[in-house]
């Protein structure tokens, strides 16, 4: 945890809003699931959606990390900041024939989610290497929109297709190395993790898939977001995960590579916003604090009603009041906490939004042609990394200059 002396230095320096990264904290957390999780052949595709700061990236890289990528950018960024195209896999998501081929052509392992794109692969590229998403069939996640399992999903194909994919397989003499599953963000039961391991290793036999080199079980470790959340105990979920799979790998008869691919748990307790107080306005029966960042810079209390922690790094003794902490967007929605105690806050005081490094930046957009904040990484007490944030006229330049009238 970065403390509030040092984020209120960097929010001097480099002004607000601001998005500070504990650079330290997320390879730590990068290495923690190695001692967690004992298996020798674990590898760790870190969630490049979840924060694609190139400092941050850059730190995972040197950690040794490999990527989860889901999109061209991602896996151009990825390639560009040096990571090797074997550590890099691609969870394609109703993907163009055109976004096909432009990923393939990099050599990056490509991860087929739907029975219509493999159908295209057998008859376009024949004999081609592919790993295959699977639905897990158990629903778990921190929200309706994080769930990935289950039959209202667009995601991965059914276990119960497995039989067709075996013949489209057979018949584009496609040759499958990984089976891959993703249940959900933020799960909730360890029990979901479990059974979604069980229901993919149990289509991974060797009759169905002889060239396994390894099984991804996607990402959805949870963190706490409250004060008072519990935190998993990861070492009894990591050791039951080691027996599931090593019972696995000596039915299947070859010790294949595990793969997780952890976005939340990587990232989001490194990341602050820090933003400031303008305006408090009392209302008859609410007391507005006004600030100076908004939604679309970090969109998860709107889009998930996700609970951020915010502290006030300018009065943390403050008498506890209850607030409404709202944003510059113009919008009834633009709210980062609905009814919050917190330590008296005042016009001026740096608010920090806590939970900030997982689906916040990376989420942001420009709407109101506000830009997209300063980004900081922090390393060893040091700003190691700096990307700063567009001036009001340096974003209206941008997109002035990428349009023209015809
Ligand atoms: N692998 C795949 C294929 C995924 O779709 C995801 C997340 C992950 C890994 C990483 O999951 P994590 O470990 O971060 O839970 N924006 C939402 C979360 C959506 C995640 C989408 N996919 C949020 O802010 O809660």
Do not use: W
Not at 369 to 378: I, W
């Amino acid at each position: 945890m970065l403390s509030r002396d040092f984020l209120l230095n960097l929010a001097k320096e480099y002004g607000t809003p601001l998005y500070v990264y504990d650079g330290d904290m997320v390879v730590a957390r990068y290495r923690d699931l190695f001692g967690f999780i004992p298996y020798s052949k674990l590898k760790v595709c870190c969630a490049m959606k979840a924060n694609y700061n190139p400092g941050l990236l850059a730190l995972l890289r040197d950690a040794g990390a490999s990527l989860d990528t889901v999109s061209p950018g991602e896996v151009i960024m990825a390639l560009k900041l040096g990571f090797p195209k074997e550590k890099i896999i691609y969870t394609a998501n109703n993907m163009t024939d055109a976004e096909f081929e432009q990923v393939l052509a990099t050599g990056v392992t490509m991860n087929i989610g739907s029975l219509s794109r493999l159908k295209k692969i057998s008859v376009s590229h024949p004999g081609i290497s592919l790993c295959l998403r699977f639905n897990p069939d158990v629903c778990d996640g921190d929200h309706a929109k994080t769930m990935t399992g289950g039959d209202l999903t667009k995601f991965g194909i059914l276990l119960e297709a497995v039989e067709e994919v075996k013949s489209i397989v057979r018949a584009g003499k496609l040759k499958i190395i990984g089976l891959h599953e993703h249940t959900g963000s933020g799960l909730q039961r360890a029990e979901s993790v479990y059974q979604s391991m069980e229901n993919l290793m149990n289509i991974a036999t060797p009759e169905n898939f002889p060239d396994l080199e390894f099984l991804d079980f996607g990402g959805g470790f949870k963190v706490p977001y409250k004060p008072d959340e519990a935190r998993i105990d990861y070492v009894a979920m990591g050791k039951e995960i080691t027996r599931r799979f090593e019972a696995f790998t000596a039915r299947y008869g070859r010790k294949l590579d595990m793969l997780f691919e952890p976005g939340k748990y990587i990232f989001a307790e490194a990341g602050y916003l820090l933003t400031e107080v303008n305006t408090i306005k009392h209302n008859r029966s609410r007391v507005i604090v006004g600030c100076n960042s908004g939604f679309p810079q970090l969109i998860r209390p709107v889009l998930y009603d996700a609970y951020h922690n915010i502290e006030n790094l300018s009065n943390p003794n403050g008498a506890g009041k209850i607030y409404d902490v709202c944003g510059n967007i113009c919008e009834t929605g633009d709210r980062f906490a609905e009814q919050r105690l917190l330590p008296e806050i005042r016009e001026y005081d740096i608010l920090s939004i806590q939970n900030a490094g997982a689906y916040c930046y990376s989420m942001g957009g420009v709407y109101n042609l506000r830009a997209m904040p300063t980004e900081v990484v922090v390393s060893g007490k040091k700003v190691t990394y700096l990307r700063k944030g567009l001036t009001s006229e340096e974003l209206c330049n941008q997109i002035l200059s990428e349009g023209k009238l015809l």
